[in-house]
């Protein structure tokens, strides 16, 4: 038996999607808006999908420890004697979020800097299967968005990173969306 693990542990993987699933988190967001012609429609649905969004980043703050691999022991001994916790601890929680819940996106960073992480996803499985699902006029109002940007807010939020999350493409318009954290220190 090797003395290290390398790659992420695929158990861990799929018990988080058994969790919170992409189309678990679309079953729950068509039946929240089945029928309803309530003015509030699109707050309720930000709030379904940035509660979701919590949901998946909390579980993946609280349990990571548990599942690393060699990889990941060294970027936390690195960050631990360096001080420097992003970009590399932030990211590999967030590569988690992918790998769990969408393993078969196109997606690629575009800079990952002590400064800045952006990624562009170009084929995401939750955007389609809304299309899919709900239409494309509701896709192009971008909900999942708010679970995006959930997940992202709580990963640097619980890694003590200060950061200004935006979306500076989407795939609704651009065909793709370039999601870009920037670090921010307080003046």
Same mark, same amino acid.
């Given at each position: 038996?090797?003395?290290?693990?390398?790659?992420?542990?695929?158990?861990?993987?799929?018990?988080?999607?058994?969790?919170?699933?992409?189309?678990?988190?679309?079953?729950?967001?068509?039946?929240?808006?089945?029928?309803?012609?309530?003015?509030?429609?699109?707050?309720?649905?930000?709030?379904?999908?940035?509660?979701?969004?919590?949901?998946?980043?909390?579980?993946?703050?609280?349990?990571?420890?548990?599942?690393? =691999?060699?990889?990941?022991?060294? /970027?936390?001994?690195?960050? *631990? $004697?360096?001080?420097?916790?992003?970009?590399?601890?932030?990211? +590999?929680?967030?590569?988690?979020?992918?790998?769990?819940?969408?393993?078969?996106?196109?997606?690629?960073?575009?800079?990952?800097?002590?400064?800045?992480?952006?990624?562009?996803?170009?084929?995401?499985?939750?955007?389609?299967?809304?299309?899919?699902?709900?239409?494309?006029?509701?896709?192009?109002?971008?909900?999942?968005?708010?679970?995006?940007?959930?997940?992202?807010?709580?990963?640097? =939020?619980?890694?003590?990173?200060? /950061?200004?999350?935006?979306? *500076? $493409?989407?795939?609704?318009?651009?065909?793709?969306?370039?999601? +870009?954290?920037?670090?921010?220190?307080?003046?």
């Amino acid at each position: 038996m090797a003395k290290y693990q390398y790659g992420l542990d695929l158990d861990f993987l799929d018990s988080i999607e058994e969790r919170v699933s992409v189309d678990s988190l679309l079953s729950g967001y068509l039946e929240k808006v089945k029928g309803e012609d309530s003015s509030n429609k699109d707050e309720d649905v930000k709030k379904y999908f940035s509660t979701k969004g919590k949901t998946l980043a909390e579980i993946i703050c609280d349990e990571e420890k548990n599942h690393r =691999d060699r990889m990941a022991e060294v /970027v936390y001994e690195v960050a *631990k $004697k360096t001080g420097h916790i992003f970009p590399s601890i932030p990211q +590999r929680l967030l590569e988690i979020s992918f790998y769990a819940l969408r393993p078969d996106d196109d997606w690629i960073y575009k800079e990952v800097s002590s400064n800045a992480i952006e990624y562009e996803v170009r084929d995401c499985e939750l955007f389609n299967k809304l299309k899919e699902k709900a239409g494309d006029e509701e896709a192009k109002k971008m909900p999942c968005w708010n679970f995006c940007r959930t997940v992202s807010d709580i990963i640097y =939020d619980k890694t003590g990173v200060r /950061v200004k999350v935006s979306m *500076k $493409k989407s795939l609704a318009n651009d065909n793709r969306c370039v999601i +870009r954290a920037e670090c921010y220190s307080e003046v």
